[in-house]
């Protein structure tokens, strides 16, 4: 924890938007330098321009790449794009669209040249394939999420709303590399004069009473305030205040490219995680003000849940709130609907499922595994430990297909106007019936082979019989629900288990890790999983 960490930012901290901007043209990538190439993690390709990896040749060839991609697919119908605040996220988009109109794709912008979220954007592509036009949409989102200021990203969504799977952004990125090696003579390039616009604040927002019980949280008279933490979501509020007559108060309607009015993050960096305490301090400050107090990241993909009674949630604690509260309070949803959840979240989930009788569906970490489901309805909820879930509408139809920050946040208000109690004071009620979890993600130090061989590791490898002194009674290599790779290994007992995962950025692997015996027991879990990963994958 960096000495600095929830305090504000100083001046010293903040990036130069020129110079970032300066550097996103004049920088040119060279693609047999690893570090300069276009990869695609867990949510598309994000770098910063000042090191050379998201810089205008990358935007150039991994749109020309979506474009030809999506031809290959027989993708026809328009393409909508949409960007956060991160300061990068405006050049990309005009270097996309030149790139779209030069290829004579139909593209749709905001009609209001609105930021746009990640969940509007996915909204969007879903509403225009529900329509039964002849074509299929798809879209783009430039977006880095909440990393910090100096990064920029980019995001295929094809029509399914959310996002890519392997196979399609493996493809994307490794003709991208090899258009920049071609010296870029595969781009066409246009004046990006001839696209059209949708207004994606308005058709998201009037169509959340299809969603959340907006009727409830207005009646009860609840106070909701929302920080956008700079982010995407900041106009979004504004209109769902004003259409559905809530008493909502926007906290922190600021958009500043060097987001100099955040605290500093656990490792001293400047970044819009709601899940974090200290990226959220100066939003706990105000915890008292409200009965429900939320933030979102820059593309409001991410919610952080806040109440007076016990500051921010741990985002596992509020999953199983919201999953217990929803299979409760939905008839309209399925029967047979399961409960997703990514394998590093918390086993709370799976004995709440348990007791609503309902199955769980267990997968890897990435949201794109939840999307079969949600678009047919057999997973009314999939939720990620990192603060991301999405769900179904009231009858049982799909929302967005990627995460929904800003549906999160209104959920935790529903909850707290229907029960009268707050998400936090429901997650007690549930500790108090199924015991407390003790949960903590961290990393360990590992070399690029070692990371390798932790990503192929087999759950047979694993020889130990105990951890912190309960019998080993599971180790996987693929997930439960839907056999995939989960590129680590979980390893479980009746009380406690970790997973380990590669890092996809550092030379480190990091272990998840919970236990229902507490704190002090799951330091041991901690400690035995790394020595139980160090002995498998040296």
């Given at each position: ?137 798809d879209g783009i989102v430039v977006t880095p999420s ?60 009037d169509d959340l009473e299809n969603i959340i019980d ?325």
């Amino acid at each position: 924890m960096n000495a600095r960490a929830g305090t504000p930012a100083q001046k010293s901290d903040l990036i130069d938007v020129e110079a970032l901007i300066r550097a996103y043209y004049d920088l040119k990538p060279d693609v047999s330098v690893p570090a300069q190439r276009v990869v695609f993690g867990t949510s598309g390709h994000r770098g910063s321009s000042l090191n050379t990896a998201f810089n205008e040749n990358h935007i150039l060839a991994t749109t020309q790449a979506i474009v030809e991609y999506r031809a290959g697919q027989g993708i026809t119908g328009p393409l909508f794009i949409g960007a956060d605040t991160h300061a990068l996220s405006q050049p990309a988009t005009t270097t996309a669209l030149e790139v779209l109109v030069g290829n004579g794709v139909r593209v749709l912008v905001d009609e209001f040249d609105d930021f746009v979220p990640t969940p509007a954007l996915s909204h969007a592509i879903l509403a225009y394939n529900r329509a039964g036009h002849d074509d299929q949409a798809d879209g783009i989102v430039v977006t880095p999420s909440h990393n910090p200021p100096m990064d920029g990203g980019f995001k295929y969504n094809p029509p399914h709303g959310g996002p890519a799977d392997s196979d399609a952004t493996s493809w994307i990125a490794n003709r991208a590399n090899e258009i920049i090696a071609d010296e870029m003579r595969a781009v066409r390039m246009a004046e990006p004069s001839a696209v059209e616009t949708y207004d994606f604040r308005g058709h998201y927002v009037d169509d959340l009473e299809n969603i959340i019980d907006m009727k409830a949280i207005k009646a009860s008279g609840i106070r909701i305030g929302a920080d956008p933490l700079g982010g995407a979501s900041v106009n979004y509020w504004g209109a769902i205040r004003d259409r559905y007559e809530l008493d909502l108060t926007v906290v922190n309607p600021l958009v500043d490219p060097t987001w100099a009015f955040m605290t500093l993050d656990w490792d001293g960096k400047i970044r819009m995680d709601p899940s974090s305490p200290s990226a959220m301090a100066s939003v706990l400050a105000r915890k008292d003000e409200f009965d429900i107090l939320t933030g979102n990241d820059a593309d409001a993909d991410r919610h952080g849940i806040v109440t007076p009674d016990a500051g921010l949630m741990n985002p596992n604690h509020f999953l199983a709130v919201a999953i217990d509260y929803l299979y409760s309070h939905r008839d309209g949803w399925r029967a047979d609907a399961a409960i997703g959840k990514t394998l590093v979240s918390s086993t709370m989930i799976d004995r709440v499922a348990g007791f609503l009788g309902r199955e769980l569906w267990e997968v890897p970490v990435g949201f794109k595994w939840f999307v079969p489901g949600l678009i047919d309805g057999s997973v009314a909820f999939g939720g990620e430990e990192s603060a991301g879930a999405s769900f179904v509408r009231f009858d049982g139809t799909v929302w967005t297909t990627d995460k929904d920050g800003i549906l999160l946040a209104l959920l935790a208000a529903e909850i707290a106007a229907v029960t009268g109690k707050s998400p936090s004071v429901r997650y007690a009620e549930l500790a108090e019936h199924f015991g407390a979890p003790a949960y903590e993600r961290i990393d360990a130090v590992a070399t690029p082979a070692q990371k390798t061989a932790l990503g192929k590791l087999d759950g047979a490898a694993i020889t130990a019989t105990e951890l912190a002194g309960d019998k080993i009674i599971g180790a996987l290599s693929n997930a439960p629900g839907n056999g995939a790779a989960i590129g680590g290994v979980k390893v479980f007992t009746e009380y406690a288990w970790f997973a380990a995962r590669p890092s996809g950025t550092e030379d480190v692997y990091k272990i998840y890790a919970e236990s229902f015996k507490g704190p002090e027991h799951l330091k041991q879990v901690q400690i035995e999983a790394k020595a139980i990963v160090d002995a498998a994958i040296s």
